[in-house]
């Protein structure tokens, strides 16, 4: 059973950092891209960034890039998001989806971790 | 940058068939996909590939894509079908994946 679990959300202040991680399970990781999505409380869907099987790749969300950056460990079946210069605007509910297709779509989702960005 | 409209809601009798359309300049020539999110959970993937059904997602959905609109069908309605669903495509152009703001199925 594929499972993919998402940890690190928390509440920080404007301008803060935090790293969110993604423990995946029940497939094989270093076959399949990776991606964050996310959701902010209310509202719908939005692609935050997707890293290739091997790292070599990655792409961001226009609103995030140069402020967030995407990795892997392979080794650690674990996905990671390091999120800086946060706003009030990247609160949400950050996903864990498990790429499929070549740069199609996502088959499995986590239940996500919540980041809150206040002051 | 792509941009996919869905219709802020549909509302649907049990037993009915609802039909929700994500519109799209040229949608056609994309390959769509839908998911399918119930209050308090995380998405489900209901359609890839335009048509195709993951295993374990009921033969009540159907999906379609041509022109400039694709669209998820939801045969027989049930209550449990009451969710907010939203299309998806990878826009090629700008290495981006883009979602529909999302259609809030209600069953009356």
């Known amino acids: 059973e594929v499972q993919l679990v998402e940890s690190g959300g928390v509440v920080v202040r404007p301008g803060g950092s935090l790293r969110l991680s993604c423990a995946a399970s029940g497939f094989t990781f270093d076959d399949n891209a990776m991606n964050w999505v996310r959701q902010p409380p209310g509202k719908g869907l939005e692609w935050v960034s997707l890293?290739?099987?091997?790292?070599?790749?990655?792409y961001y969300a226009d609103s995030v890039k140069g402020r967030f950056t995407i990795s892997r460990d392979n080794s650690k079946n674990s996905l990671y998001l390091q999120m800086n210069s946060l706003r009030v605007e990247d609160t949400a509910l950050y996903y864990c989806a498990k790429g499929a297709g070549s740069y199609a779509y996502f088959d499995y989702w986590g239940q996500g971790t919540l980041v809150t960005v206040s002051s | 940058s792509y941009v996919l409209t869905l219709p802020p809601s549909v509302s649907v009798a049990p037993g009915e068939t609802s039909t929700i359309t994500c519109g799209g300049n040229n949608i056609g020539s994309k390959i769509v996909h839908w998911y399918q999110q119930k209050p308090g959970q995380g998405p489900v993937l209901v359609i890839y590939?335009?048509?195709d059904r993951p295993s374990g997602i009921p033969e009540r959905f159907s999906g379609s894509n041509s022109g400039n609109t694709a669209t998820l069908t939801i045969s027989r309605v049930e209550a449990g079908d009451e969710a907010d669903y939203y299309c998806?495509?990878?826009?090629?152009?700008?290495?981006?994946?883009?979602f529909g703001a999302g259609t809030k199925v209600t069953v009356l």
């Open positions: 590939h335009d048509t």
């Open positions: 890293i290739s099987w091997d790292g070599g790749t990655t």
């Open positions: 998806q495509v990878w826009d090629s152009t700008s290495d981006h994946y883009v």
